[in-house]
């Protein structure tokens, strides 16, 4: 018990809200401040992704034109899911398709997938000594269908500027299906601007086709904002299971660092776009290309699960002055 305070929240803590107005009307909120300069806001009507990321009061991610949006406004058909794509520091693609939309063995698979769009069945925190635990169950289930189930742990520590997203996956089904996850990670303004210092040591770059190609020399250069700037893809690929990317803005000296695991997560994607309000760096780990899953199929990259077969897979965030 500190002396010092009436209540724990003048130092940290979790707080839930609900938004009023617009088409995030209604969606809860979990504002989460680790008591060190990191603050979290994670919305358990949509996946219990990662809204906004800040540190000491300085935004680090993205938040696309469309805001917030509640799941009820989604479309999965053609390019509609754009129209709900808040982005913010973390949209979870899949779990059906990553990347373009696609016919593969008979299904047609929406953009992306659907499951950046599921509220949660239940979400509810927790606090251990030295951290938050955000606790979300997400059940990708249809009839004569997928079935998956999606649950994760979002761990804040309140030691130090940090905090790990832990993704359990289970196939609920009684046949092997295909899965797809996409940790679409999105840097913002201020941290990301034309004097930003992007490091993601892999062992091979990858233009992901002949416009980024032409540009491939500058991956790491970022820009200012540009009228008409086409997006730009490039495929790292590590030599190791020791997969990381950062990103450090001199003027603010503040860097963000991102680890996992790429011999699971083994498709790290760059997502360069320099335009006008949709200005944006993606640092993306996945265990897959964007490419629709009959291209992941084709190539031999698509990953299964048997029934009742579980994957995990962990991702560590790291803030740092």
């Given at each position: 018990?500190?002396?010092?305070?009436?209540?724990?929240?003048?130092?940290?803590?979790?707080?839930?809200?609900?938004?009023?107005?617009?088409?995030g009307d209604g969606m809860r909120?979990?504002?989460?401040?680790?008591?060190?300069?990191?603050?979290?806001?994670?919305?358990?009507?949509?996946?219990?992704d990662i809204m906004r990321l800040r540190y000491k009061g300085v935004n680090l991610g993205y938040m696309s034109p469309c805001g917030y949006v509640a799941p009820a406004y989604y479309d999965k058909s053609g390019d509609e899911w754009l129209r709900s794509f808040t982005a913010g520091f973390l949209t979870t693609c899949g779990l059906e398709n990553v990347g373009v939309i696609n016919e593969d063995e008979g299904e047609q698979v929406p953009l992306h997938g659907t499951l950046a769009n599921l509220p949660c069945e239940r979400a509810y925190w927790t606090e251990e000594e030295d951290k938050f635990i955000v606790h979300t169950l997400t059940k990708d289930e249809v009839i004569?269908?997928?079935?998956?189930?999606?649950?994760?742990?979002?761990?804040?520590?309140?030691?130090?500027?940090?905090?790990e997203i832990h993704d359990t996956i289970t196939n609920t089904n009684d046949q092997v299906q295909p899965m797809e996850i996409l940790y679409h990670m999105n840097m913002g303004y201020p941290l990301l601007d034309e004097d930003s210092v992007i490091e993601i040591p892999a062992a091979e770059v990858i233009a992901r086709n002949d416009h980024a190609a032409n540009d491939i020399r500058n991956w790491m250069h970022m820009q200012k904002p540009t009228v008409g700037y086409q997006e730009r893809c490039y495929y790292h690929k590590f030599a190791d299971e020791n997969g990381k990317a950062s990103i450090y803005q001199p003027k603010l000296n503040v860097g963000l660092e991102i680890s996992f695991n790429?011999?699971?997560?083994?498709?790290?994607?760059?997502?360069?776009?320099?335009?006008?309000?949709?200005?944006?760096?993606?640092?993306?780990?996945?265990?897959?290309?964007?490419?629709?899953?009959?291209?992941?199929?084709?190539?031999?990259?698509l990953k299964f699960l048997k029934p009742g077969e579980k994957k995990e897979y962990r991702v560590k965030v790291r803030i740092a002055e």
């Open positions: 018990m500190n002396p010092y305070i009436g209540h724990e929240s003048q130092i940290r803590g979790v707080e839930e809200h609900r938004l009023v107005g617009g088409k909120l979990y504002e989460i401040n680790n008591g060190k300069g990191l603050m979290l806001t994670v919305t358990p009507d949509r996946n219990g004569f269908g997928r079935k998956f189930q999606f649950a994760r742990e979002l761990i804040v520590s309140t030691e130090e500027n940090a905090f790429a011999a699971e997560l083994d498709g790290f994607i760059e997502w360069k776009m320099m335009g006008v309000r949709d200005y944006v760096l993606g640092l993306e780990c996945g265990n897959c290309y964007p490419d629709g899953r009959k291209a992941m199929r084709e190539s031999g990259m």
